[in-house]
């Protein structure tokens, strides 16, 4: 099945410097790529997602790369704020046997943030 | 307003027992989803439903066992508790139209089994 991995466990970055977080996956027939926020003590937050079907999206301060030859993806986060301290997950939704999309998402172990001020 | 609840927030169990952890989503979606989050792993994929009906189970063990009374209910049975099945239980939902969307995450409930 579909391993994610985030190569990074920690990041620690200054404000208003960028932050980068890089993940790979295995399996060529994931084509979308979520990233989740969490704060300590609290769920996961949406913060934006890639499909297979373009290798860039951006909103705001994030953007998604996706290199699918690589099998890797990265969020990169520019002018970083204090708010953005939390650990970051990525993963992969990855079709059924049978073709279709549970929407199963693997994820991975997860990025520590840390912006100091 | 909340739109995932998960009941209760925090639960206090004896190895052996037997539990219903609760999830109702108000956010109008038609699947749902369990995961689970323990020290040992990273966030690990349970079950999915969609439309009442169970698309994925990569839960190895029948002691977990999701009910769906209600299209926007999913909730998760676990009998005979371990130990190693301490962990923040997610419930999320997303609208499914065919294809991948966002899923949205509940508050989590946090399992100790004693």
């Known amino acids: 099945g579909e391993k994610v991995e985030q190569h990074q466990s920690t990041l620690s970055v200054r404000e208003g410097d960028s932050a980068v977080i890089n993940c790979t996956y295995t399996?060529?027939?994931?084509?979308?790529f979520p990233w989740y926020k969490q704060e300590a003590g609290k769920s996961l937050h949406f913060v934006i997602d890639?499909?297979?079907?373009?290798d860039r999206k951006q909103s705001q301060r994030l953007t998604v790369l996706l290199d699918k030859k690589a099998k890797r993806f990265s969020l990169h986060i520019t002018a970083t704020q204090p708010e953005d301290s939390a650990i970051y997950f990525c993963?992969?939704?990855?079709?059924?046997?049978?073709?279709?999309?549970?929407?199963?998402?693997?994820f991975g172990e997860g990025t520590q943030v840390t912006v100091i001020s | 307003d909340p739109k995932i609840i998960q009941k209760p927030k925090y639960l206090v169990a004896v190895t052996g027992s037997e539990k219903i952890l609760i999830c109702e989503q108000y956010?109008?979606?038609?699947?749902m989803y369990w995961y689970r989050q323990s020290a040992k792993k990273p966030l690990e994929f349970m079950f999915s439903?969609?439309?009442?009906?169970?698309?994925d189970n990569q839960t190895a063990s029948s002691r977990f066992q999701p009910q769906s009374s209600k299209k926007n209910h999913l909730d998760l049975q676990i009998t005979a508790l371990k130990p190693d099945d301490s962990a923040t239980y997610f419930c999320?939902?997303?609208?499914?139209?065919?294809?991948?969307?966002?899923?949205?995450f509940g508050p989590g409930t946090r399992l100790t089994v004693l």
């Open positions: 439903y969609s439309y009442q009906k169970l698309m």
């Open positions: 399996d060529t027939a994931s084509s979308y």
């Open positions: 993963a992969a939704s990855t079709p059924m046997n049978t073709g279709g999309l549970s929407g199963k998402l693997t």
């Open positions: 999320a939902s997303r609208q499914d139209r065919g294809g991948d969307a966002e899923q949205f």
């Open positions: 956010l109008g979606h038609n699947a």
């Open positions: 890639i499909r297979s079907n373009v």
